[in-house]
């Protein structure tokens, strides 16, 4: 059974770092995208930064250059390294995957509906 399960959220200053991480198990899959989604209450769930198979990643604009997505395959790993954290990027996380052709290609531009599986989320809280 595939599963995602995120870590490492917490509270932090602005301008602080955290880094998540996504524990995949279950798959199976040679082709795929890995992404990070995040919602903030009242506001909708937006991508924020994706990875696939081969390692071409792709960033929302507002955290460019301040997020790091990246894979540890042999761990089935994905993680987040999120710095200059700013208020405006508190929210809920979540780790999603979307598989097969079809899926890497949409869900390396956000196209939530097309991601298969989806973890629990971690919190992330940013304080000016």
């Known amino acids: 059974e595939e599963q995602l399960v995120e870590s490492g959220g917490g509270s932090v200053e602005s301008g602080g770092s955290l880094t998540l991480s996504c524990k995949r198990s279950?798959?199976?899959?040679?082709?795929?995208?890995m992404a990070w989604f995040r919602q903030a209450p009242g506001k909708e769930r937006e991508g924020v930064a994706a990875?696939?198979?081969?390692?071409?990643?792709n960033y929302t604009d507002s955290v460019k250059g301040r997020f790091t997505i990246r894979q540890d395959n042999a761990n089935n790993i994905v993680v987040l390294e999120m710095t200059d954290l700013r208020p405006e990027d508190t929210a809920m996380y979540y780790c999603a995957a979307a598989v097969g052709l079809w899926g890497r290609w949409y869900g390396m531009h956000f196209s939530a509906d097309d991601f298969n599986y989806w973890g629990q989320g971690t919190q992330v809280t940013v304080s000016s």
């Open positions: 279950g798959f199976h899959y040679s082709d795929y995208c």
């Open positions: 990875i696939n198979e081969g390692g071409s990643t």
